[in-house]
């Protein structure tokens, strides 16, 4: 298996503009994470979905972010309308039922 | 609420020397407790884990852990470092599934 893969990998938008990350998980995990990594913050989690559903989103920041899994091998993590504090590293992270997680390389956003 | 503490935002060694970096957990059950790493511009990979059982742990590239329940702790070890070492690590503590990260320890192996 090729891992998670996240798209795209580093992504400039202006302040306003809709963003829109994606995550491949590996094939046959259940668990799907969206976490954020900041300098002031850490690794926050956003959101998490259990076989294609959300179970946790109190994590995500406010209405502007939302997730979808529309099945088991595709999620997304969109952001609309931008805002230059959203800047930060997204991940990515799947797993099977009471295992390890397997983070993608991240999606690097730059919010002007 | 289940939380991590990793106490020391940076710690700094020299090659050779044990590396200690310290993680406590909170948690109203059992845990299931994890280390990350995390080289520049990558994501996290796993160095070890702990479910049940054995409360040694070995990981990979030399480290260990081991869960001490009455002190809350899971803290990392690796008796010489080496300069390849030199990354960001995070304890996690996962339940339900759920999984936590603490803040963070940026470990520097100086030559």
């Known amino acids: 298996d090729a891992g998670v893969i996240q798209s795209p990998r580093h992504e400039v938008t202006e302040m306003g503009q809709e963003v829109t990350l994606r995550c491949k998980p590996i094939?046959?995990?259940?668990?799907l994470f969206w976490y954020r990594q900041t300098m002031m913050r850490g690794l926050e989690l956003l959101i998490y979905?259990?076989?294609?559903?959300?179970?946790?989103d109190s994590g995500m920041p406010e209405d502007r972010f939302s997730a979808k899994m529309p099945n088991a091998s595709f999620s997304t993590l969109k952001i609309q309308p931008s805002e230059p504090r959203d800047s930060a590293v997204y991940f990515c992270?799947?797993?099977?039922?009471?295992?390890?997680?397997?983070f993608g390389q991240g999606t690097r956003l730059t919010v002007v | 609420a289940q939380s991590v503490t990793q106490l020391g935002s940076h710690v700094s060694v020299s090659e050779g020397a044990l590396v200690l970096l310290r993680c406590n957990y909170s948690s109203s059950v059992p845990p299931y407790l994890f280390w990350y790493v995390q080289y520049p511009n990558q994501g996290l990979q796993l160095l070890l884990k702990?479910?049940?059982?054995?409360?040694l742990v070995k990981g990979i590239n030399g480290f260990e852990a081991e869960f001490k329940k009455s002190e809350t702790s899971f803290h990392l070890t690796k008796p010489s470092a080496h300069m390849s070492d030199a990354a960001e690590y995070f304890c996690a503590v996962s339940l339900d599934n759920k999984l936590i990260f603490g803040a963070g320890t940026r470990l520097a192996v100086h030559p």
């Open positions: 992270a799947s797993s099977g039922f009471l295992a390890e997680a397997f």
């Open positions: 702990y479910t049940t059982g054995a409360t």
């Open positions: 979905f259990n076989n294609n559903v959300p179970i946790d």
């Open positions: 094939s046959g995990h259940d668990y």
